[in-house]
């Protein structure tokens, strides 16, 4: 009886910890988050799109820049990806390395773990990107109000090529 019911707690809790199928509504919903963020935020340089896509209490665990809120991240941003200059940093995912974890309570989906590694290159007019960089990350978003919010995030391993 008790390898039964340690088979079934098993079961149940690898099916409620499993990563969403790679085919699934939801994976496909944060894929194109994440790309219509990035792309917006960081090679754009949409800055209020970014406050809007970010918590209000957003924590920014980062290996080389520390701990920043919500208004650090914010500067931060400003200052070093969307600053004026010759050479603007790009951000592009490695799709195959997208992961997606549903977060539920109760049975109700109210965020979602996604993880995966980024590129990181610099970007001239009239030239081709050039790699700078890639890192592994970590996002907690919220779905707040039918939203995707982005809450916490952990940018790590950040390795040059």
Known sequence: MKK?????LLNVSIGVFA???KDSELFL??????????EKSFNQCDIAFLEKAIHPDLVFYHDQGGIQNKKIFLENVKKNICGKGAQKPIRKVKSESLEVY??????KLYGVVQTGIHDFYLREANKPDVFT?????????????NQWV?????????QSK
């Open 4 to 8: 039964v019911l340690v088979l079934f």
């Open 19 to 21: 990563q969403a199928a």
């Open 29 to 38: 919903a944060l894929k194109k988050h994440d790309s219509i963020f990035f």
């Open 102 to 107: 549903p977060l539920y309570s109760e049975g």
């Open 133 to 145: 960089s890639e890192a592994k990350f970590t996002h907690v978003y919220l779905l707040i109000n």
């Open 150 to 158: 982005l809450k916490e995030v952990l940018s790590f391993d950040h």
